[in-house]
C-alpha cells in the first residue's frame, strides 16, 4: 500500500523532518544532501524559515562530483565553516538520497566534531528511507541518544516528580503546532505540571532538552507518530507514558484528555492536588458550554444552509479529533473520513475502531492512504443530502468548490491560509474551529 | 556554444554547454570581460546555503500546461514544492490569461522508498504511468528524474518510450535531478529539451504570424504591442495547450523574456524549424525597448511602424519618466535576481537616475544559446549605462548576501526572488520584489516601476520598526569579514 504513487503528496520524505530542528530555539540543521532538498522542504512548509531554516540553512550542495567521489570531506569543510558564521547552541546533520546511496560516513564527521566538545547530532534522512511523520521521531531520538545523553545523570533520572516530557504537534506539518503546543502547556500547567515542551519558543531550548531524563513521564498525544520517542525513553530512562490517540478539541475531549493524564500522574506519584485540578477543568468547561449554549440559536435555526455533513482529509490525530468534536459538539456528521498521513498498517485497525467509537448510531467509513488525489476521486462520487464541508489542505479547496462544500484550510499543504498563533487543541481550539467553520459559511452570503 | 544536440534524451548542462558560473565577485564590466574572452571560470564555496533544484525549474514550464500531467520519479519529498505551481495556476489563469475555468495540476509522485533503490524503479514508474493515465485526461505525461532515481540508473527514457505506445500520447521524460548542474536553471533547458523532442512537431505551414514569447506567466504586454504589426503573441509554455506547443515551429518569430529561461528552448527553435530569435534582449529600459522595437520591426519588415512607435512612446511617456528621474536620482540601489532579469534591473535603475551600487545574482551565463552577444543584457547594460561595482554571483547564497548589505547599506533593494527582501527588511533597507517580470517592459513599465519605488521608498515604517527587533544567526565575525571569504579560487571545473 505505501509502495503506490501519491498525487497531492499532503507530507514530505524523511529530510523534511529538518523542521524539527528549526522549531528548537537557536538549533540549527545542516544539510548533507542535494542542492535542492532545502528548497523543496521550504516550498513545502512555506513561511517555516525560523532561526536558521530555508535559505539560511548551510548545504552540502552534492554536485556530480561528490556523486562520484563521495562528499565527506565536503562536509567536514561545511560543518567547521558553520561555526565560523552561524551562531547555534545544537547543530543536526541530514543526509539525503544522494549522501545516503553514495554511502558517506556522516557518523564519523559528527563524531569528530562531537570531540571536539560540539553540541552536533547527525540524523540519516535520505527521502527514499521515510517520511517526516517516521523522521521526526528519529530526528528527537538522534539527539536524545547523542545530545541529551551528554548531560544525563542516572541519579537524576524521573528526579522531578511533576515534571512531564510532551510530544504532541510535529512542528510545521502542524500547521498550528505553536497555538497547539501553547494550549497543551498552558492546560497541563494549571493542572499542576511542569512541562518541557520542547519546540517552539515557550519552550527554552537546548536546556529543557537537558532536562528531559528527570521527568517522571512522558505524554503522547498521537494515534501514531511520535509513539517511537516515548517508547524509546521508557527504554533509556525508564519513563512511562500515558497516551492520548488524537488531538483534543473542545470540552469533551480535553476533559477526557486532561482526567487521564490527571490519574496517570497521580499513580507515578506526581505531586497533584486533583481537587484543585478538577475544579479548573470545571471551570474552562463551564466558559465553554456557556458559549456554545449562546451560540446553539444559531446552529438549530439557522435557515440559509449550515454543513451538515463533514469529509476530513487530514492526519490520524486530526481526523480522529475534529471527528469526535464536529458530532458531540456542532451537530455535524462526520461521514467518510481520509486518513493521508501513510499510517503504517499495525495500527490502523485501531485507529479505525477509535473512529467508530464515536458514535453508537453510525458508522463512519474511514480510508488510509497517502494518495490524497484518489481520495479526491473518491468524494467526487459520493453524494450525501445537504451540504457539505470539506476540511483538508490547500488542494481540497478545488474539489470542496467543485461541490458547492464548505471548505476550511487546516493541513498543509495551503496556499490559502496563514496561521500565526492560532490552536485547535483544548476549550479555546474548539471554539476556535467553530469560528473558522461558520464564518467561513457565513461570508459566503451576500 | 555548439549545436544542440536534440537527439539525446538528457540535456546538456549549463556549465558546460555555455561555461556558467556560480561564484564570482567582482564588477560587472569585470565579469562581462572575462565572459567575452572565453576564459571565465568559477569560484567554489568551503561553505554553502540551500541552493536551488532543477526539478522545481523544469516542472514550472511543464506543470502550467494546461493539459498535461506530471509524474517526479523520486522519493515524495522531490515533488514537495509543487504544490505551489498549482495555486500560481490558479491566481494568474483568470487574471492575466484569460482563463475562465482552470483545472487542478495533475502532480505525481512515483514514492520511491528504500527497496526501490536496490531493486530499481523502473518497474514502478511503468505502473504510475498508467496509473496516471487512467486517473487523468492529461493530453502528455512528463516524467522528471530526481537524484535518487538518477543515482540507481532507473532507465526512464526507456519506461517512457514503452508507455508512450503503449498508451498512444506523449510520455517525456526529463533530466533534471539536482546534482546533475550547480546552475539549477538547467532545468528550464531540460523541460524545453524534452518538449522540443517530443511535443514539438515539424511546422505544416510556416510564419503562421505568431510570435513565440517564452516566458513565466507574467502579463500579457504583447498583445497590445504586436498589433500594430499584425501578429500575435503565442505565450509559452505555461498555459498552453499541447497541441499549441506542436505548432511553435510554425511560429514567425521567437521572442524570450528573459535568456536565463528561453535561451534553449528560443535556439532549438530556430536550429530545429527555422523559427528565427529576435537578436536582441528583451525590452527593459529606454535604450533596450528602442533597440527591441527595431529588431521586431526588421524581422517582419515593418521597420517605419517600429520607428512610428518609438516617437509615439517617447512623445507620450517621456515627460513622466524625466519627473520620475528628477525623485530618484541619486538613490542608490541594490539588484539580486536570478540572473538576466537582474541585468534588466540595472537597466531600469540607469534609466530612472538612479545609482546601481551592487548586484547579486545567482550564476551568469557567459553567453546564451543563440550565440548571438546581442541578447546579452549585462554586456549591453555596462555599455549603455557604465559598470556595476559590488557584482556578486552567489548561487544564493544569503551569507555572502547579509555581508555585503550590511556592508553597503543602499537605500533601496529591488528583488526578484523570494527570501532576500526579509534581509533588507532585518537591516532597515526598504526593499521591492518584482513579481510580474512583463509589467515592468518598455516605457510602460519603466514608470510603474519607478512609481512602484517611489512608494517604496516612502513606505518605511514597518522596515523601521522590523528592524527594531529583528534576529540575526550570523556571527558578529562573520559581518566583519570580506564577503569573499569563503570563496576558493578561481579555476575551471573538471566534471
Known sequence: MGAEIIEQERFTCALGAMQTVVAIPKALPILHSGPGCGDMVSGFFQRSKGYAGGSTTPCSNFSEKEVVFGGVNRLRELVDNSYKILNSDLQVIFTGCTAGIVGDDVQSVAEEFRDQGKPIVYVESPGFKSNNYVSHSVVVNAIIDQYVSQYEDESTFRSQKNTVNVFASIPYQDMFWRGNLDEYKRLLEAIGLKVNILFGDKSEGVREWQSIPKANFNILVSPWYGKDIVDHLKDVYGQPYVQYPNIPIGANETEKFLNKVIAFAIEQGADINEVEAKRFIKRESDAYYAQLEDLATFLLEFRYGLPNHAHIIHDAGYVLGISKFLINETGVIPKEQFIVDDTPEKYQEEIAKELQSISKKREVPVFFSPDAGKAQNKIREITHKGKGIIIGAGWDKQIAREKNYDFISAAIPTDYRLVMRTGYVGFTGGLRLIEDIYSNTLSKFA | ?495
Open chain 2, 1 to 495: 556554444m555548439g549545436k544542440l544536440d536534440i537527439s539525446i534524451p538528457e540535456v546538456s548542462i549549463r556549465e558546460i554547454r555555455l561555461g556558467s558560473i556560480t561564484g564570482y565577485q567582482g564588477s560587472a564590466k569585470g565579469l562581462v570581460n572575462e565572459s567575452g574572452c572565453g576564459g571565465l571560470k568559477n569560484r567554489d564555496r568551503k561553505f554553502q546555503q540551500c541552493a536551488g533544484c532543477s526539478i522545481s525549474k523544469a516542472a514550472c514550464m511543464v506543470t502550467l500546461i494546461q493539459d498535461a500531467a506530471v509524474i517526479i520519479h523520486g522519493p515524495v519529498g522531490c515533488a514537495s514544492c509543487l504544490h505551489e505551481f498549482n495555486f500560481t495556476y490558479y491566481v494568474n489563469a483568470k487574471s492575466r490569461r484569460g482563463i475562465d475555468n482552470p483545472t487542478q495540476r495533475k502532480i505525481f509522485s512515483t514514492n520511491l522508498k528504500e527497496t526501490d533503490t536496490v531493486y530499481g524503479g523502473a518497474r514502478k514508474l511503468a505502473k504510475a504511468i498508467r496509473e496516471v493515465n487512467e486517473r487523468t485526461n492529461a493530453s502528455a505525461i512528463f516524467v522528471l528524474s530526481s537524484c535518487a532515481s538518477a543515482i540507481i540508473g532507473d532507465d526512464i527514457e526507456s519506461v517512457a518510450n514503452e508507455a508512450e505506445e503503449e498508451i498512444g500520447k506523449p510520455v517525456v521524460a526529463i533530466f533534471c535531478e539536482g546534482f546533475r548542474s550547480t546552475v539549477w536553471t538547467t532545468g528550464f533547458d531540460a523541460g524545453y529539451h524534452g518538449i522540443v523532442r517530443k511535443l514539438v512537431k515539424p511546422p505544416v505551414h510556416k510564419d503562421n504570424g505568431l510570435i513565440n514569447i517564452i516566458n513565466f506567466w507574467g502579463s500579457d504586454v504583447f498583445t497590445e504591442w504586436f498589433k500594430p504589426f499584425g501578429v500575435k503573441p503565442n505565450l509559452i509554455t505555461p498555459y498552453s495547450t499541447v497541441e499549441g506547443l506542436s505548432h511553435a515551429s510554425e511560429a514567425t518569430a521567437t521572442v524570450q523574456i528573459c535568456p536565463t529561461l528561453g535561451s534553449y528552448l528560443g535556439a532549438a527553435l530556430e536550429q530545429e524549424y527555422g523559427v528565427p530569435e529576435i537578436r536582441t534582449a528583451a525590452p527593459y529600459g529606454i535604450i533596450q525597448t528602442d533597440r527591441w522595437f527595431r529588431e521586431l520591426g526588421k524581422l517582419l519588415h515593418k521597420e517605419d511602424i517600429a520607428e512610428q512607435i518609438i516617437k509615439e512612446k517617447k512623445e507620450k511617456y517621456l515627460p513622466k519618466i524625466e519627473e520620475l528621474r528628477k525623485r530618484l536620482k541619486g538613490v542608490r540601489a541594490y539588484v539580486t535576481a536570478g540572473s538576466a532579469h537582474g541585468h534588466a534591473l540595472l537597466n531600469i535603475v540607469g534609466d530612472l537616475g538612479m545609482e546601481a551600487v551592487g548586484a547579486s545574482v545567482f550564476h551568469h551565463d557567459p553567453t546564451y544559446d543563440g550565440g548571438d552577444g546581442a541578447a546579452d543584457l549585462l554586456e549591453r547594460r555596462v555599455r549603455d549605462y557604465g559598470d556595476v561595482p559590488n557584482y556578486n554571483v552567489c548561487a544564493k547564497q544569503e551569507f555572502e548576501f547579509v555581508n555585503v548589505l550590511n556592508r553597503i547599506r543602499p537605500d533601496i533593494l529591488l528583488a526578484r526572488h523570494g527570501g532576500i527582501t526579509l534581509w533588507a527588511a532585518k537591516l532597515g533597507i526598504p526593499s521591492l520584489l518584482v513579481e510580474d517580470e512583463q509589467a515592468n517592459m518598455g516605457y510602460e513599465g519603466l514608470i510603474s516601476y519607478g512609481e512602484k519605488i517611489v512608494e517604496t521608498l516612502e513606505n518605511t515604517e514597518f522596515i523601521e520598526n522590523l528592524s527594531k527587533h529583528a534576529s540575526n544567526p550570523y556571527t558578529e565575525w562573520w559581518m566583519n569579514e570580506q564577503p569573499d571569504t569563503f570563496l576558493k579560487e578561481a579555476k575551471t571545473e573538471v566534471i
